[in-house]
């Protein structure tokens, strides 16, 4: 008798655990999914600095971001900024450094540092906009 009763308790916490491994189970996909938005790289970081006759414009992403120099370039024209120095990587991560010059502005609105990062940063938006699309 005694040994029936090992067995009974022996299967009835088989059994729970067999419930518990199925409860994880349904729980590793949610985990899964949250754990992949939390690795994927935010914005690219932006940074603006205004000096004498010109500013010097930073972008850094951690991963290659295709298509996204188009886009800044793009920002640049609107801004009327002659880029007069720039480096650029796309390869494994995104990097820009670029000099632009704001003497040829024909935009009669006054260009600061903060314009400059408002459209770049709506460059990088529509950028990402666009590439979610895909």
């Given at each position: 008798r005694r040994k029936t009763s090992v067995l009974l308790d022996a299967s009835e916490y088989i059994k729970s655990l067999k419930?518990?491994?199925?409860?994880?189970?349904?729980l590793l996909p949610v985990e899964a999914t949250a754990q992949k938005i939390?690795?994927?790289?935010?914005?690219?970081?932006?940074?603006?600095?205004?000096q004498e006759e010109g500013f010097v414009i930073k972008v850094v992403s951690e991963r290659s971001c295709q298509g996204l120099l188009v886009f800044i370039l793009e920002a640049f024209g609107e801004l009327g900024l002659d880029v007069l120095q720039a480096r650029v990587s796309c390869a494994e991560?995104?990097?820009?450094?670029?000099?632009?010059?704001?003497?040829?502005?024909?935009?009669?609105?006054?260009?600061?540092?903060?314009v400059v990062e408002q459209v770049v940063s709506q460059a990088i938006q529509n950028w990402r906009e666009a590439t979610q699309e895909l």
């Open positions: 419930q518990k491994l199925q409860e994880l189970n349904h939390v690795d994927y790289d935010p914005m690219p970081k932006l940074q603006v600095e205004e991560n995104f990097s820009l450094e670029a000099i632009g010059n704001k003497e040829n502005n024909e935009d009669n609105r006054l260009l600061d540092a903060q």
